[in-house]
């Protein structure tokens, strides 16, 4: 089943980011109510009790490790998220999805700005989420970067 995309506007500290983090259960709504497609919100009134679905986050924010490589990003990632052997082979597809094959031995450290917020969105793909929640997927990249990530977003949507 595709999926689709779903964009928040706003202006510089209307909360959007919190938003967000409400919808994946990172932070508890203060007043209202919220529910995403997979689940309800935890924190929040609306009558029923939390449904589990995985979630996952790549934010700009996001910072990764400096002194490990790539691919050890991706093993440690899919390990805490207990994601077994089996699905080394899809780590692999999702490294080369994002064009990172050719960086998986390199620290992320020496990554440029764009292929780090490849390899967010990689982490935050590990164990194909149910909804995966990207904020500002393409602040601080350069266009090349920007096109390449929001075509690899479109491409994900339409799987």
């Not at 050890?72 to 998220?81: K, N, P, V």
């Amino acid at each position: 089943m595709a999926g689709e995309i779903f964009g928040l506007l706003g202006a510089n500290g209307a909360g959007k980011s919190t938003s967000m983090s409400v919808i994946v259960g990172e932070e508890v709504a203060t007043e209202g109510a919220a529910r995403s497609t997979c689940r309800m919100v935890p924190g929040c009134p609306v009558g029923k009790e939390p449904q589990s679905a995985p979630s996952a986050t790549a934010r700009s924010t996001t910072r990764c490790s400096n002194c490990i490589t790539v691919a050890e990003h991706i093993r440690f990632y899919a390990d805490i998220r207990g994601l077994d052997s089996i699905e080394a082979e899809r780590q692999t597809r999702l490294m080369q999805s994002l064009g990172l094959s050719q960086h998986s031995d390199k620290q992320a450290g020496q990554l440029s700005g764009g292929n780090k917020r490849r390899l967010c969105l990689a982490i935050a793909l590990l164990g194909d989420p149910a909804l995966i929640v990207i904020d500002e997927a393409s602040t601080g990249v350069d266009p090349e970067n920007k096109r390449f990530i929001w075509g690899a977003i479109r491409r994900m949507v339409h799987k």
